[in-house]
């Protein structure tokens, strides 16, 4: 996955609303929210594993479950991978920043 950004689909399962809400709040800084625990996520190495560290910091790890779905690199599979039923899924446009 080196040097490249791929599509994350993260879903989690928390038992208590104080660690739901700070994984929720994580998450929304990282991604987009796409349904109740449902996020996607474009994420290089670095940020991948900044989100897995804050969130493992979170979680009661014998009680609670976060997955990370990787499909792939965005500008590959990963970019057009989601088809949806019912409301259309609008894939997040990729922007840059300037800091």
Same mark, same amino acid.
């Given at each position: 996955m080196r040097? %490249?950004?791929?599509?994350?689909?993260? *879903? %989690?399962?928390?038992?208590?609303? +104080?660690?739901r809400? @700070?994984v929720? *709040?994580?998450?929304k800084g990282?991604? +987009?929210?796409l349904q %109740?625990?449902?996020?996607s996520? +474009?994420?290089?190495e670095?940020?991948?594993?900044?989100l897995? *560290?804050?969130? @493992? +910091?979170l979680?009661q790890?014998?009680?609670?479950?976060?997955?990370?779905f990787?499909?792939?690199?965005?500008?590959?599979?990963?970019g057009?991978c989601?088809t949806a039923?019912?409301?259309?899924?609008g @894939?997040r446009?990729r922007q @840059?920043?300037?800091?």
């Amino acid at each position: 996955m080196r040097n %490249y950004i791929h599509h994350f689909v993260i *879903t %989690y399962d928390i038992t208590v609303d +104080e660690r739901r809400t @700070a994984v929720f *709040t994580t998450l929304k800084g990282f991604g +987009e929210h796409l349904q %109740y625990s449902v996020f996607s996520c +474009e994420l290089n190495e670095t940020s991948l594993l900044r989100l897995q *560290t804050r969130l @493992a +910091e979170l979680i009661q790890h014998d009680l609670d479950q976060v997955l990370f779905f990787d499909l792939g690199p965005v500008d590959g599979r990963g970019g057009n991978c989601v088809t949806a039923i019912g409301k259309p899924y609008g @894939a997040r446009s990729r922007q @840059a920043f300037v800091l």
